[in-house]
């Protein structure tokens, strides 16, 4: 049976069962302890709550965890914007319940860069109207909830993303918990080799101040360039007879001046200092452990984000400084070309299914069915269908993988018309593209072949729109996988009673921290949910998921 619980404001919890429609199934149970209450139920199949982000992390300081959840707040954002194509839209209980009564809808709270430590002045939940109990609304809007679920196009598709979603919660949750190990003097041993010595006042590191001047005097005596500044560095090269359009690093790197290699080592070293300095390891490197705080579902696409550490953009210099505890080893597995793969099996083309079930190397098989047997040709030709890149090579290659994969092509087709027709689309499971109003055109990371008009409705807004779309079903959809394979690593890690914790998770890699016996039965564990994960999301098909999977010491011995 199902529980909702609900907060009181002493610490206590107000509980009640539940019926298969959502709607209660007893009487309201009051007890004086929120973890006690949730402790002393074991069997109840899924507990169903507010926010995962705010009550599990005291459950679990209470050393309480629980098998299974649904989070309303998580369940209504995915929920109105399938309904009503508005992501984005505020998702609290309060908005929820404002919403089911016609009332006005208030806003989300501001999301707040996260802090290493709690603070006295968190922001509390949306609150709700006066006079209203919060275990009255939960009640309500989840049975609403139930009811929306059932009348969707496909309810046991959406299902799954609902209760996928809720499971990526609590595993987020874990994961902050149990903090990824991180070896503070080892960081700080790359930093001052990197960097030099540092200079009081918040000035610049020694290297990096070095390669300031070394940049001024490329652009001859008495030049003051600030390599820092985007608008300085333009200004030194116009000065110089160059025309820049930016700094980036692409632009920079075809340029033949004594001043790009310092400027570039300089940019590197800025980003380091800036991103993971000594600023960095000192607020977020505690006891050991590096807690990240992650958003599942981030991104419109369902790729998870973190909020303040920058968990998901680790250098990789900086990833030698997280290592396995004693007697404990890294299980570090990537998942092998996951959006390919995961673009087979929900396009249902035969002919791409048949290519990822073969073996481990998609590319290396494609390329030896369609294109002589250059892997390099069929990678291009496969990237740019699902991205979008329709020139020069990939444009020629395209219409080879069109000819011999045509329901592969056409999905991917299909989703950039609609998307450039203003229409919305949604990944495998149900996860809704945000409307062409909101949506950013790079949200994915695609590169931008043109240069996008501010209002939608010109041929090149349509035509980013219809990129990100393009893109959006394959990415949302492998987001939506790698998902259940979290969820189902959880469960086995748990149910066969190991050690291991899930410390990290990005898009398609996953580490587990365990005792160095567990190794192999972890990585035959993260194998299995990924072949599940396949089975669950999109049925029986050929598409195998494989992963490449290292047991390390060191993070980065794992590439």
Request: net charge neutral; glycine share 10%.
């Amino acid at each position: 049976m199902r529980w909702a619980v609900a907060e009181t404001g002493d610490g206590g919890a107000r509980l009640c069962p539940l019926a298969q429609d959502g709607r209660p199934a007893g009487p309201v149970v009051r007890e004086p302890s929120l973890a006690d209450a949730v402790r002393a139920r074991p069997g109840v199949e899924r507990w169903v709550w507010r926010s995962t982000a705010d009550l599990y992390r005291r459950l679990l300081a209470a050393g309480v965890r629980v098998e299974r959840c649904y989070d309303v707040e998580a369940a209504e954002a995915l929920l109105i914007g399938y309904e009503e194509g508005q992501s984005g839209q505020p998702h609290s209980l309060a908005a929820a319940w404002a919403r089911l009564r016609g009332l006005p809808v208030p806003e989300d709270a501001p999301v707040r860069a996260a802090e290493t430590q709690p603070s006295l002045f968190e922001p509390g939940p949306v609150p709700l109207p006066e006079g209203t109990d919060e275990l009255t609304a939960l009640l309500e809007v989840y049975a609403g909830q139930v009811a929306r679920t059932g009348r969707a196009g496909e309810p046991e598709r959406l299902r799954l993303l609902l209760a996928s979603e809720s499971a990526g919660m609590l595993v987020a949750v874990e994961m902050a918990r149990a903090g990824v190990p991180w070896r503070a003097d080892v960081h700080r041993s790359l930093l001052d080799g990197l960097l030099g010595e540092r200079y009081p006042g918040g000035l610049e590191p020694r290297r990096m101040a070095e390669l300031a001047e070394e940049v001024s005097r490329a652009f001859g005596p008495g030049a003051r360039v600030r390599p820092d500044l985007p608008n300085d560095i333009i200004r030194a090269f116009a000065g110089a007879g160059i025309a820049l359009s930016s700094t980036r690093k692409w632009e920079l790197q075809g340029l033949d001046h004594p001043a790009v290699a310092p400027l570039l080592e300089y940019k590197a070293l800025y980003r380091l200092h800036t991103a993971h300095g000594w600023s960095w390891l000192q607020q977020w490197v505690h006891d050991g452990r590096f807690r990240p705080a992650y958003l599942p579902g981030g991104t419109v696409s369902g790729r998870w984000t973190a909020n303040g550490g920058g968990a998901l953009q680790i250098p990789k210099i900086i990833r030698q400084a997280v290592r396995a505890d004693p007697g404990w080893r890294l299980v570090v597995a990537d998942a092998d070309q996951m959006e390919p793969r995961v673009l087979a099996a929900v396009s249902r083309d035969r002919g791409l299914m048949e290519v990822a079930g073969s073996g481990r190397d998609l590319y290396a098989d494609l390329a030896a069915r369609a294109f002589r047997g250059d892997r390099a040709q069929a990678k291009l030709a496969l990237l740019g269908a699902i991205y979008g890149q329709t020139s020069g090579d990939a444009l020629k290659h395209l219409a080879d993988l069109r000819r011999r994969y045509p329901a592969a092509v056409a999905y991917v087709d299909d989703a950039a018309r609609a998307g450039e027709e203003g229409r919305l689309v949604r990944t495998w499971l149900g996860r809704t593209s945000p409307p062409a109003s909101v949506a950013p055109p790079d949200e994915a990371g695609l590169p931008q072949e043109e240069t996008v008009a501010a209002g939608y409705g010109s041929s090149a807004a349509a035509r980013a729109r219809g990129r990100f779309t393009r893109n959006f079903v394959v990415q949302g959809s492998a987001a939506d996988w790698a998902l259940l394979v979290l969820a189902g690593l959880r469960r086995t890690l748990s149910e066969a009673g190991l050690r291991a914790e899930l410390v990290f998770f990005q898009h398609d890699e996953v580490i587990v921290h365990c005792p160095e016996e567990e190794a192999g039965t972890v990585a035959a564990a993260i194998a299995s949910a990924a072949d599940a994960a396949g089975r669950i999301a999109f049925g029986e098909t050929p598409v195998r998921f494989p992963f490449t999977t290292a047991v390390v010491d060191c993070y980065a011995d794992a590439k």
